[in-house]
């Protein structure tokens, strides 16, 4: 019996010296069920029960913990709960889980992976931004936007699965994840942001769904593994230096407005076909400076084009010019000595080409 005591006696002060994961006196828990402090030293933390919401700033630049536990109830992680754990590694994520904050797991260098439970509709931006070490994530149904900068410096992102619901990629979304290759973008994106891929350098594979109608400045600058891009018919708006230098965009569909095209001026590099939209009426000042278009078709009802409006186009061997053109600047094909006008016989771009010594081809009206 007394063996027995002390036998009991001893595992108890064993216990008691262990580090204790989820030691009551570790948390700070308010009325509200909101986990507002956490002062254990231990390695695998597991959250209690009765904890709604893990808040602002509770683990923020504690680089002991390795692995985390979040009971059942909770249903937000608040604004970089989480930020810097550098030596996090394993989450454990409630399916009661609704909402992550602002940069919620900002910079957890260690973690690989992360399972998002299927209730997850709101996810913050820069919720998993220079999580340096991320592989692969897939988003649940029911997000429908991708905030700031969501995994920019993500820069061992390999595999990311987008949900159907998704309508835009934000500002900087993949920005600097140089490992993503290819990427699939569901039908429903209308908006891809500012910089949305800039950086990703091994990017090879992009699919535009026909659902795209706005990329937005420098989306893919600097994806140097770009090869080429089809772009969707029902895009309106392209800004400026969206594309590498190295990538060819496969024809310019006739939706894009005039003033997007004069707006995107160096947006456009490397388009092999520019078709204009029926509603151009004037092709502006240096719209097309140094693009490296192949071919431009300008449709009828356009009646001018302006000074220098295709200058410098070393790559341009065709323009289509038609009978409604009664003013072309003189210097509007400067520099583009390949160049051949292709029109009506006996239009004001035959008497032009003439006139400028430029090779002409006539077509029929």
Do not use: W
Not at 75 to 101: K, N, Q, W
Not at 169 to 190: H, M, Q, Y
């Amino acid at each position: 019996m007394k063996r027995s005591f002390i036998l009991s006696l001893v595992i108890v002060m064993l216990f008691a010296c262990m580090p204790c994961a989820f030691a009551a006196s570790d948390f700070v828990i308010d009325e509200n069920g909101v986990l507002t402090g956490y002062s254990g030293s231990s390695a695998s933390v597991v959250i209690p029960n009765g904890v709604t919401k893990i808040g602002k700033h509770v683990f923020s630049g504690n680089n002991t913990i390795k692995s985390v536990v979040i009971p059942e109830g909770v249903t937000m992680i608040d604004e970089l709960a989480f930020e810097a754990c550098e030596s996090l590694t394993s989450v454990t994520l409630p399916a009661s889980l609704t909402t992550l904050g602002y940069g919620a797991f900002y910079q957890c260098s260690a973690l690989e992976t992360l399972e998002l439970p299927s209730g997850v509709t709101a996810i913050s931006p820069a919720a998993f931004s220079e999580c340096a070490s991320l592989k692969t994530i897939a988003l649940p149904e029911g997000v429908t936007d991708m905030g700031l900068g969501m995994f920019a410096g993500c820069v061992s992102l390999e595999s990311i699965q987008l949900p159907s619901t998704l309508t835009g990629i934000g500002t900087g979304a993949f920005e600097r994840c140089a490992a993503l290759k290819t990427l699939d973008i569901p039908s429903g994106v209308a908006t891809i942001g500012a910089q949305a891929f800039s950086g990703c350098s091994a990017l090879e594979v992009i699919l535009l769904p026909e659902s795209v109608t706005t990329i937005n400045y420098r989306a893919f600058y600097g994806c140097t593994a770009l090869a080429e891009v089809f772009l969707p018919e029902n895009i309106t708006t392209i800004g400026a230096n969206v594309f590498p230098f190295n990538t060819a965009v496969k024809c310019l569909p006739g939706s894009v407005t005039e003033d997007t095209l004069t707006a995107a001026g160096y947006g456009f590099k490397h388009i092999e076909i520019v078709e204009l939209p029926l509603s151009v009426e004037i092709v502006d000042a240096e719209a097309f400076v140094n693009v490296s278009a192949e071919r431009v078709i300008i449709p009828s009802g356009c009646s001018s084009i302006g000074a220098r409006a295709f200058a410098d186009c070393a790559a341009l061997v065709r323009v289509d010019i038609p009978a409604t053109v009664t003013a072309i600047a003189t210097d509007a094909f400067s520099g583009s000595d390949g160049v051949v006008i292709y029109a009506p016989a006996g239009s004001f771009a035959e008497q032009y080409a003439g006139e400028y010594g430029i090779a002409f081809r006539a077509t029929e009206e």
